[in-house]
């Protein structure tokens, strides 16, 4: 059973769901939105932001709180995050948790599937409704291809307590968009700024708030990816060794986080737009405008359209 038919896209539900007016996204490195350097002055913007931005053009009221850092294990996701999450209680939570785990060998993904299963289940005693986002496939990757078998198990160990839960998940691993390289920075390790807008949309679509059309979470480029002649490809893997791999193994040996000393990006519950933006986009809507039209940034960066949160174009 593929992810589109355990969750269909938007199109296929007959009733768009009431508005969603405050969202906390919880997680690590992803969900911060690292190597997504689409936001005002470089700063990480990621699919959390972007999906945000798109939930926040239905209400002018819409309150988001993003309370990712990079490094942060599974102790710290369910820990400290959940704790203040449970506090807000939003309508909606993202949850993208356990790649710093399951990347770290000899752990116990058992173990630490109970301790995902228990976290998720806390949230949804809680009545928030809630979105899992699974492992995505390494396998393309030098190197991070040997952590395959521990992500996919991981993986299903996510859809068993989805199904266990009657949470609703989305599965990285079956967007194929996902496996190709333009969708990933340099590091390999992190999406770029149109990796993160595939998986907005493609939760906005779980959501029923769709984007825009369904590929473009399931098709977004119209040429394949360019192939390197392997003489190349082997030099780039030695570069990318050099400049990646071997400070993250460094690190892991060392005990160290890139996340050490760091705080969230979003830590309170706020609205997402300023005053006046607020109160002009309830005149707006008060005059007739459709929901999810509104444009808050008046051609600023990110802008929102009728197709939703526009990210960067995807290479050709």
């Known amino acids: 059973m593929t992810d589109v038919e355990t969750n269909p896209p938007a199109a296929a539900r007959a009733t768009r769901p009431d508005v969603i007016r405050s969202y906390v996204a919880i ?3 992803i969900t911060e ?7 005002p002055g470089g700063e990480y913007r990621g699919f959390a932001d972007r999906l ?3 939930l926040g053009s239905y209400t002018p009221d819409f309150r988001y709180a993003n309370l990712a850092v990079r490094g942060r294990r599974m102790r710290h996701i369910f820990g400290e995050q959940l704790d203040q999450t449970l506090e807000w209680k939003p309508d909606l939570v993202t949850v993208l948790a356990g790649g710093n785990d399951v990347l770290r060998p000899g752990g116990d993904l058992d173990q ?26 390494t396998g393309w990757i030098p190197v991070l291809r040997y952590y395959r078998g521990r992500i996919a198990v991981f993986s299903m160990h996510m859809r068993a307590v989805a199904e266990r839960t009657g949470t609703e998940i989305v599965d990285l691993w079956a967007l194929n968009a996902l496996t190709d390289s333009r969708a990933w920075s340099d590091d390999r390790l992190h999406l770029n700024g ?6 907005a ?3 906005a679509d779980l959501l029923g708030f769709p984007m825009g059309p369904r590929e473009s979470w399931t098709d977004p480029w119209s040429t394949p990816p360019r192939q390197l002649p392997r003489i190349l490809r082997r030099r780039e893997n030695r570069r990318w060794a050099r400049q990646y791999l071997v ?4 690190r892991r040996a060392l005990g160290r986080s890139s ?3 760091r705080l969230p990006k979003r830590p309170t519950l706020d609205y997402l737009h300023d005053e006046a933006t607020r109160e002009r986009m309830a005149r707006d809507i008060a005059r007739g405008m459709e929901p999810g039209r509104f444009d808050p940034t008046d051609g600023g960066t990110p802008t929102s359209s009728p197709s939703g949160t526009k990210g960067p174009t995807p290479s050709h």
């Not at 109970?114 to 979105?131: K, S």
């Not at 400070?247 to 460094?250: C, I, K, Q, Y």
Request: aromatic share 4%.
């Open 194 to 199: 149109t990796g993160h807008q595939i998986v």
């Open 201 to 203: 949309a493609r939760v």
């Open 52 to 54: 945000a931005e798109h």
């Open 33 to 39: 939105g690292m190597e997504d350097d689409s936001g």
């Open 27 to 29: 997680g690590d490195s």
């Open 112 to 137: 630490l599937a109970e301790q995902f299963e228990e976290g998720v289940r806390r949230l949804g005693d809680a009545g928030i409704r809630v979105v899992i986002l699974s492992g995505h496939d």
């Open 247 to 250: 400070p993250w193994l460094r």
């Open 259 to 261: 996340g050490d000393g």
